[in-house]
């Protein structure tokens, strides 16, 4: 079997149909690219809206007009991962209408009210889990009285990973973690990633960071730390449409297919296909020829040191310093309000979340000795 896994899924601005009817034939290679493989998977990370309020306390919402689910269906997208910090940007209506059209389209959904998927096909096994961590200070996705974004627990998500592979399953888990715009997971990441991989085999397929960090194989599994942007436009606010809040790079600009078989249980082959958002078509492989991918792999192999984590501390501060510079006395007038305030507390609590569920819990995780 035969399974893409595609990175951020976001699809507004000049990407969608509503304005821009040449999306269709933008997408032509990157579609032709993905009709070899039996399943197709995204982190669908823009819930599908129109009029459904933004909720409170984010300083951006992103949305997907209801008719881009044809570009979904366009690309042969079969699977979504729901589980990530915008798939409740516009409430429960817009959760909900995105659980509606996916449905109707034929596109199955899951890391949202604790579902995952098991699939039984080309006489594989599979499992398909997506979690999304406090760090990436999600959107709620509340109804029924509770929170129903499947949460990364690093103790929970061991524990499903176990039953399922006791259960005969090779599992496939989508994980939202990670700093926006930087190339180096974290050490805690890395880690995590790796105590599974040496209980046994499952690929890691991480997203949020918008950028192509490292791949490295395990034993029998296969990393993805993150694919990055697959298709995601610049990121505007309600209260400036002018000046872009977030604005795509030529980093963010390139992403990764991650290709992966599976045969009889075991990954028998994995694959990094690169893709580029140029202005007349996304481009695919070999014809993008100034990428390395081995430098980002290079990135991760002192993960856990003093050195390394220092590095992805400076480039951290660089960027903050880069996106401070951006910005003059009107963009921070504009965000004097109570919704900032909101942001700063929801930001600490999420902290504090993250600590108690995955940076306390990734040590006692056991590894066969």
Request: proline share 3%.
């Amino acid at each position: 079997m035969k399974i893409a896994l595609l990175g951020d899924i976001a699809i507004f601005g000049r990407y969608c149909i509503t304005k821009n009817k040449s999306v269709f034939r933008y997408l032509d290679k990157v579609r032709e690219h993905l009709s070899k493989f039996d399943i197709v998977i995204g982190n669908l990370e823009a819930p599908f809206a129109t009029n459904e309020n933004p909720i409170i306390g984010k300083s951006a919402t992103v949305k997907s007009h209801p008719a881009n689910i044809e570009l979904l269906n366009y690309i042969r997208l079969t699977h979504v991962n729901l589980a990530n910090n915008h798939i409740g940007d516009f409430g429960i209506k817009g959760y909900k209408r995105t659980k509606e059209l996916l449905i109707s389209n034929g596109i199955d959904w899951f890391g949202t009210e604790d579902k995952q998927i098991d699939l039984e096909i080309c006489n594989e096994k599979i499992s398909l889990l997506g979690f999304c961590s406090y760090n990436t200070n999600p959107s709620p996705v509340r109804f029924k009285s509770k929170n129903n974004l499947n949460y990364l627990d690093a103790n929970l998500v061991y524990r499903k990973l176990k039953n399922n592979f006791d259960r005969g399953f090779f599992n496939i888990i989508a994980i939202h973690s990670g700093q926006e715009h930087i190339h180096l997971p974290s050490s805690e990441d890395v880690k995590f990633a790796r105590k599974i991989a040496n209980n046994f085999d499952y690929v890691y397929y991480g997203h949020h960071p918008h950028v192509i960090q490292a791949f490295e194989k395990v034993n029998g599994s296969a990393i993805f730390y993150s694919l990055g942007n697959f298709i995601f436009d610049d990121v505007f606010t309600p209260r400036d449409h002018k000046e872009p809040l977030i604005k795509r790079s030529e980093a963010n600009k390139t992403g990764l297919i991650g290709e992966i078989e599976i045969q009889k249980g075991k990954l028998v082959n994995n694959h990094s296909t690169p893709i580029y958002m140029s202005e007349e078509s996304m481009i695919v492989d070999n014809e993008i020829d100034d990428i390395d991918l081995d430098v980002y792999n290079s990135f991760v192999k002192n993960a856990g040191t003093l050195e390394y984590d220092r590095d992805r501390s400076n480039s951290i501060k660089k960027f903050i310093e880069q996106r401070r510079e951006m910005r003059n006395l009107k963009w921070y007038v504009n965000r004097l309000n109570f919704n900032s305030v909101g942001i700063l507390l929801k930001a600490r609590k999420n902290l504090r979340l993250y600590q108690k569920h995955f940076l306390s819990k990734v040590d006692l995780i056991e590894e066969k000795k």
